[in-house]
């Protein structure tokens, strides 16, 4: 995943930092259709908070699709305060753990809460200071990222998890929103111990699927003119839009990579050209899913490729 943080290329023994176009590159904050709408859906989950009814929900989307960057842009908007000796915390958000269960998440509650490094003491006590601490920070909508780590098989340690969930939101009347890969979505179907519970589906009633853009989609447009405006590139990067589609499948995460590249590869002081991108795409992607490198060519056989993927793509899903 790229970071703002300071990424070190190591070469014959030295190390140099990123250069100052790379910093910039990184520092740069994209805004989508995509982007404000997530914004919007997760604003009214938090507007249900300390209701009676939270609203809740689900997102999901492979790899790369930008669900990280979606989080973290939001949580921005509601950073934390000080009001007299108590921090607010309007919006948490923590990272679920792998293999995870009631303890360990209990525990990762408490950290992203607290900031404590070591957490201790039995789950029950351990939850009852969760829960004062929750109310007292005014948390109004919890975020789990990489949920799918709360299925664990068909086993009750996924039904401990799904019930420890749906205490939270109905004991506190916080409204969570489970950010994960495609199979987050089973959470859902998850029974309760009791057959008068109901599923956490009842709580999360509107979910949404993150999906790679495709090469037709305006957001997808609206992404490459919005890295035209801040690169130093002399190419037509709409024009390209096939190509770097194929280069990086839609996803958010491979085109900054890709970019990335090649401002190191080009330099600070020069621009960005087609031989840039053709050394950006083998450096980016050393392991080529393609038999050919996207940006060396034609716009006959571009047109060839893109057929064939999204033939390939189709027999994914009917198979």
Not at 24 to 38: A, C, D, G, Y
Not at 162 to 170: H, P, Q, R, S, T
Not at 172 to 186: A, C, D, S
Request: proline content about 3%; glycine content about 6%.
């Amino acid at each position: 995943m790229v970071t703002n943080e300071i990424l070190q290329v190591h070469s014959n023994n030295t190390e140099r930092e990123l250069l100052p176009a790379t910093r910039e590159f990184l520092e740069k904050k994209t805004k989508t259709p995509r982007i404000s709408f997530l914004n919007e859906v997760f604003d009214k989950c938090k507007a249900t908070a300390n209701t009676c009814n939270p609203r809740s929900m689900v997102l999901s989307g492979v790899a790369g699709v930008g669900k990280s960057q979606t989080i973290k842009r939001y949580v921005n908007k509601y950073p934390r305060f000080k009001e007299g000796y108590q921090i607010i915390v309007p919006v948490l958000s923590l990272d679920v753990p792998k293999k995870a269960t009631v303890v360990t998440l209990t525990a990762e509650i408490f950290r992203a809460l607290t900031g404590a490094k070591v957490v201790t003491g039995r789950t029950d006590n351990l939850a009852k200071q969760i829960y004062g601490k929750l109310r007292k920070a005014r948390v109004k909508l919890i975020i789990f990222d990489e949920s799918q780590h709360l299925l664990r098989g068909n086993g009750t340690i996924t039904q401990d998890n799904v019930d420890a969930l749906k205490e939270i939101i109905n004991e506190l009347q916080i409204p969570i929103v489970l950010v994960g890969m495609p199979k987050t979505i089973e959470l859902l179907k998850v029974k309760g111990k009791f057959e008068e519970e109901q599923q956490l589906k009842s709580r999360c009633r509107k979910n949404h699927i993150l999906a790679p853009y495709s090469n037709e989609d305006l957001g997808w447009f609206q992404i490459l003119k919005f890295y035209q405006g801040i690169l130093n590139c002399e190419l037509d990067l709409v024009g390209m839009s096939d190509a770097l589609y194929l280069a990086t499948d839609g996803l958010f995460r491979n085109l900054s990579s890709l970019f990335l590249e090649a401002i190191e590869i080009a330099g600070s002081t020069e621009t960005i050209d087609i031989e840039c991108l053709v050394k950006a795409y083998d450096e980016y992607r050393t392991e080529n899913p393609l038999t050919f490198n996207p940006f060396e060519l034609s716009a006959k056989q571009l047109d060839g490729e893109i057929i064939s993927y999204y033939g390939s793509k189709e027999s994914e899903c009917t198979n």
